[in-house]
Nanobody, 125 residues
Framework: DVQLVESGGGSVQTGGSLKLSCIAT????????MSWYRQAPGKGREFVSS???????TYADSVKGRFTISRDNALNTLYLQMNTLKPEDTAMYYC????????????????????WGQGTQVTVS
């Protein structure tokens, strides 16, 4: 079975840091583009960052310079290092897998992802 399991969320003060992880099983991780999305209460799912199997990285403007996405293909794990956190970063964070490599704008479309995790909550106060 395909599984994406996020961890690492929590409650932090403004300016703090967290590192999220997402462990993938049941599909060929190193063939997929992987992304982080987030969803705040009452809002739609928002793109945060994406990373292709061997390089290309895209960030939302709201997190550029503060968040760093990375992946370890040997461990089938996706990461998101979040620094200088702000209250507006408060959301449920989801990892997602896209089995196709696309022009970067394609990663902004939630419909292009085949697999999603259950999410990990990040609260910044």
């Amino acid at each position: 079975d395909v599984q994406l399991v996020e961890s690492g969320g929590g409650s932090v003060q403004t300016g703090g840091s967290l590192k999220l992880s997402c462990i993938a099983t049941g599909f060929i991780f190193n063939k997929c583009a992987m992304s982080w999305y987030r969803q705040a209460p009452g809002k739609g799912r928002e793109f945060v960052s994406s990373i292709e199997p061997y390089g290309m990285i895209t960030y939302a403007d709201s997190v550029k310079g503060r968040f760093t996405i990375s992946r370890d293909n040997a461990l089938n794990t996706l990461y998101l290092q979040m620094n200088t956190l702000k209250p507006e970063d408060t959301a449920m964070y989801y990892c997602a897998a896209d089995r196709r490599i696309r022009p970067w704008v394609g990663y902004l479309n939630v419909k292009n992802y085949e697999y999603w995790g259950q999410g990990t909550q990040v609260t910044v106060s």
